[in-house]
Structure formats: structure tokens, C-alpha cells
């Protein structure tokens, strides 16, 4: 019955690890496609000017006097989503116990001193054994348990930490593109002016 509670603890820590390292994995694809979808959103942004205005002297004109304003406010914002993510998987390490210590010799120890009291009480051992071994088996019982519960704990907070990250790059891409219709705006009123 203890290796079996060994096992399970051990497996229950492997599956965190791989579900901890599954995230990062994702949250390094989503800030890829980030990343991909920000140079998308300025070249359309571009490509829709140069459909409307042409791709004369003014339109080149205007579009790099407010180049290096969108990809000033591109970089600040992917920074944003960077440390966003980054702080999601900090907090994915720091609120994941996968550490889930069963300590044999302490286990051990009090299996025996609850036989060492059996031997002592002459009077009724087989009763005395019998406690003890209910004794244990509710320890063991409540013990699996617990690790059962930790791992679903951790399987809730890394879900909620996944949601998480996948909301910094939604925020991050509702901003982005806010800020990109703005300049684009203003190359178009550049263009009209000039």
C-alpha cells in the first residue's frame, strides 16, 4: 500500500512538471504568434493605405514620417506582453507545489512506536494490532487524498494561468491594433493635407 502512495505521489509530480512545461511551451507560441500578428497588422495597415493613396512621393512620405512612431508603439507593447507572460509563468512556478515530500523514516517511525504500545498492553494485542493496522490504513488513505487533491489544485491554477497568458496576448492585440488604426489615421490625414 505505501509503494503505492510513493507511486502516486511520484507520478503526480511527474504530471505537474509536464503540464508546467506544457505551458511554457504554449506561452512561447503565443507570444510568436504575437509577435507574427503585429508585423501583419502594420503592413496591412500600410498596404491599405498604399491601396487607397497610391504609392506616390506623399504617401511614402507620410508613412515613414510615422514609421518609427508604430514601430516604437509595436515594440512597447509587445515588451508589455512579454513581461506579462513572463509574470504568468513566475507565478505558474511559484503557485504549483509539485514538491510532495513522503518521508519513509517518519512513517516508519510511528508504525512502530503504535506496535512498540501493542507489545507493551499484554492484555488484548490482536485488538491492539488491529487498530494499528486501521490506523495506518486511514493514514494512507488520507495521505492519497491529499496528493489527489494537490494534483488538481495544480491542474485548476495552471489552466487559470494559461487563461491568463492567453488574455495578455488578447489585450495586447486589442491594443495593438487600437494604436495602429490611430497612426493610420494620422498618415491619412497626412496625405489629405499635403
Given at each position: 500500500?505505501?509503494?503505492?502512495?510513493?507511486?502516486?505521489?511520484?507520478?503526480?509530480?511527474?504530471?505537474?512538471?509536464?503540464?508546467?512545461?506544457?505551458?511554457?511551451?504554449?506561452?512561447?507560441?503565443?507570444?510568436?504568434?504575437?509577435?507574427?500578428?503585429?508585423?501583419?497588422?502594420?503592413?496591412?495597415?500600410?498596404?491599405?493605405?498604399?491601396?487607397?493613396?497610391?504609392?506616390?512621393?506623399?504617401?511614402?512620405?507620410?508613412?515613414?514620417?510615422?514609421?518609427?512612431?508604430?514601430?516604437?508603439?509595436?515594440?512597447?507593447?509587445?515588451?508589455?506582453?512579454?513581461?506579462?507572460?513572463?509574470?504568468?509563468?513566475?507565478?505558474?512556478?511559484?503557485?504549483?507545489?509539485?514538491?510532495?515530500?513522503?518521508?519513509?523514516?517518519d512513517i516508519?517511525?510511528?508504525?512502530?512506536?503504535?506496535?512498540?504500545?501493542?507489545?507493551?498492553?499484554?492484555?488484548?494485542?490482536?485488538?491492539?494490532?488491529?487498530?494499528?493496522?486501521?490506523?495506518?490504513?486511514?493514514?494512507?488513505?488520507?495521505?492519497?487524498?491529499?496528493?489527489?487533491?494537490?494534483?488538481?489544485?495544480?491542474?485548476?491554477?495552471?489552466?487559470?494561468?494559461?487563461?491568463?497568458i492567453v488574455?495578455?496576448?488578447?489585450?495586447?492585440?486589442?491594443?495593438?491594433?487600437?494604436?495602429?488604426?490611430?497612426?493610420?489615421?494620422?498618415?491619412?490625414?497626412?496625405?489629405?493635407?499635403?
Amino acid at each position: 500500500m505505501w509503494n503505492a502512495i510513493k507511486n502516486l505521489a511520484e507520478d503526480t509530480m511527474k504530471k505537474i512538471k509536464v503540464w508546467i512545461e506544457q505551458v511554457k511551451v504554449k506561452a512561447d507560441r503565443i507570444l510568436q504568434e504575437f509577435e507574427k500578428r503585429l508585423r501583419e497588422l502594420k503592413s496591412k495597415a500600410i498596404a491599405i493605405i498604399q491601396n487607397m493613396f497610391g504609392d506616390n512621393g506623399i504617401v511614402k512620405k507620410c508613412i515613414q514620417k510615422q514609421n518609427e512612431k508604430i514601430d516604437s508603439i509595436l515594440k512597447r507593447i509587445l515588451s508589455g506582453i512579454n513581461s506579462c507572460i513572463s509574470d504568468k509563468i513566475n507565478q505558474l512556478q511559484k503557485q504549483t507545489n509539485y514538491q510532495i515530500i513522503l518521508d519513509d523514516t517518519d512513517i516508519m517511525l510511528k508504525i512502530e512506536a503504535k506496535l512498540n504500545k501493542c507489545q507493551e498492553k499484554k492484555e488484548e494485542p490482536e485488538n491492539c494490532l488491529l487498530g494499528v493496522r486501521k490506523e495506518i490504513a486511514e493514514e494512507t488513505n488520507e495521505m492519497e487524498n491529499e496528493i489527489l487533491k494537490r494534483r488538481v489544485e495544480s491542474r485548476n491554477i495552471i489552466d487559470d494561468i494559461l487563461d491568463a497568458i492567453v488574455s495578455c496576448s488578447t489585450q495586447g492585440l486589442i491594443e495593438a491594433s487600437s494604436n495602429v488604426t490611430n497612426v493610420t489615421l494620422e498618415i491619412i490625414n497626412c496625405i489629405v493635407e499635403s
